[in-house]
């Protein structure tokens, strides 16, 4: 019996000390990330929304533009930095870090697409004040669609940028995707598994393999800010990619795409995967969507050709 209390007293002071190491060694890596500052946040604008402060730009005048980052890990309002300058030109553009992202506010909560719905619908009505055109990158299109269904008065045209198959949006999480939500959001070991997942390494593969056309010559600015994004927060960080890697943010667009009235219209990078089908699932939805496909471009050609992107919104906006 003594034995076994040794035994038992002995793992307790192992497993305490590995996981205050651990811990330590959590809050050095989401501290490193931050070392380059590639976030500018001295333009402090928040807008203070009741689940946390979310944090955007406003630049130029005009016509106001909403600019909506894409749901990658590491996300934020630096996705459009290519862009939103020119933009500005012409139109009044606000560019967000959706809640959980960037430099807004990452409470520990389950991130549904009804949560970026409200929160982009409040935000046009709160600050923007005004119809408003929105352009939408990757996942976030589907929040734009389901919000411009909710209260299609708030909304103008939408741009959608690679936006995500719908096919794939109908897919609710599942018992192992529920256990993986838990498991990350474990205190300690939950987040060292993601600063795994969002290590440098795992990030450029991932912008080096899916995101761009040309991976032999990456925007490393725009790599940095997405590893720093990922870590912001600390611990908090790995809240919304938890519910969106578990399914959580899906929702059903197909109906809310057959009645919307809102011109829509859709830019594809030319090698993003399954492209055509994509266009084709939305089109068959709503026959008045618009299309075209930007050469030498993959999942941000916004980042890879600013230039032909920027000639396709002005003709769109």
């Not at 862009?83 to 967000?96: C, D, F, P, Q, S």
């Not at 009804?114 to 996942?139: M, P």
């Not at 598994?193 to 080096?208: G, Q």
């Amino acid at each position: 019996m003594k034995k076994n209390k040794n035994r038992f007293a002995t793992f307790a002071v192992l497993f305490a000390s590995a996981t205050a190491i651990i811990h330590i060694g959590n809050k050095i890596i989401a501290a490193s990330a931050s070392l380059k500052e590639m976030l500018d946040s001295n333009r402090r604008n928040y807008y203070k929304w009741r689940f946390g402060e979310i944090f955007y730009t406003k630049k130029g005048s005009g016509s106001p533009v909403l600019l909506i980052h894409d749901m990658l890990p590491g996300g934020s309002g630096y996705e459009w930095t290519n862009v939103e300058e020119e933009l500005a030109m012409e139109h009044t553009v606000y560019t967000i870090d959706l809640l959980g992202c960037g430099r807004s506010e990452k409470p520990g909560m389950t991130y549904t697409n009804f949560v970026y719905v409200q929160v982009i619908c409040d935000f046009i009505k709160n600050v923007i004040g005004e119809k408003t055109d929105v352009i939408a990158s990757g996942f976030s299109g589907s929040f734009a669609v389901m919000a411009c269904r909710n209260e299609g008065s708030l909304f103008n045209r939408i741009m959608l940028v690679n936006p995500p198959a719908p096919g794939n949006l109908t897919q609710m999480p599942s018992k192992k995707d529920k256990l993986l939500k838990y498991f990350l959001e474990v205190p300690v070991f939950g987040t060292l598994v993601y600063h795994m997942i969002v290590s440098r390494e795992n990030i450029n593969n991932l912008f080096i393999e899916n995101m761009f056309f040309d991976p032999f010559h990456p925007d490393q600015n725009m790599l940095d800010a997405y590893y720093e994004a990922a870590h912001k927060g600390g611990a908090q960080a790995k809240a919304a990619y938890a519910s969106k890697a578990s399914r959580f943010m899906n929702i059903n667009i197909l109906p809310a795409l057959k009645n919307i009235d809102n011109s829509i219209f859709i830019i594809e990078g030319e090698a993003e995967n399954n492209g055509d089908e994509v266009i084709a699932a939305y089109q068959e939805a709503n026959p008045s969507i618009e299309a075209v496909m930007i050469p030498h471009t993959k999942h941000l050609p916004h980042v890879e050709d600013p230039e032909k992107f920027l000639e396709q919104a002005g003709i769109f906006l």
